[in-house]
């Protein structure tokens, strides 16, 4: 994706210090830079592209690592994370299972400031979420309702969990 700096910015699924991954920026001048090496912990192996919210930092997530990686052998969840346009990480949040797991789409900024994306797998039947990442720092609000919503846990917020079923998203009143 193109910053506003100009600049094109990505991610790669290996390579990197861990193997697990990179972020890069490529300057209109063909200047190459590598600003985040991913290990796994800080999350592995981003399948989709970046995001650039409206604060300027970039968002995004991994489909493993995270705070179960490396937890009985286990390659981890996923992650979504923000990036500062010099390359400072911050995990927003680790993927469980549950909440959760192998996200590899794109997020989305909403018109409410918050970000929404989806993950392959977790929930209640573990076929796959939509969850919200609140930046704010207000509590996670009372938000409609959809499917088999289930989990808030800090700033992450599960909405559905039947994405692989073919099933419809539906409002409940």
Known sequence: ???SDGSLYGTTYGGGSGSDGTVFKL?????LTT???FIGPN?????????QGSDGNFYGATSGGGASYGTNGGTGFGTVFQMTPAGVLNTLASLTGPNGSEPYGSLTQGSD??????AEFGGSANDGVIFQVN????PVP???????????????????AFLKRGGKLKREN
Do not use: C, D, K
């Open 27 to 31: 300057t209109p001048a063909g200047a």
């Open 135 to 138: 930046l704010s720092e207000q």
């Open 113 to 118: 400031g918050n970000f929404y994306g989806t």
């Open 1 to 3: 994706m193109q910053g």
């Open 43 to 51: 999350g592995a192996h981003p399948y989709a592209g970046l995001v």
């Open 35 to 37: 600003l985040v090496s």
């Open 142 to 160: 009372a938000l409609p309702r959809w499917g088999e919503v289930a989990l808030a846990t800090g700033i992450f917020l599960v909405y559905a």
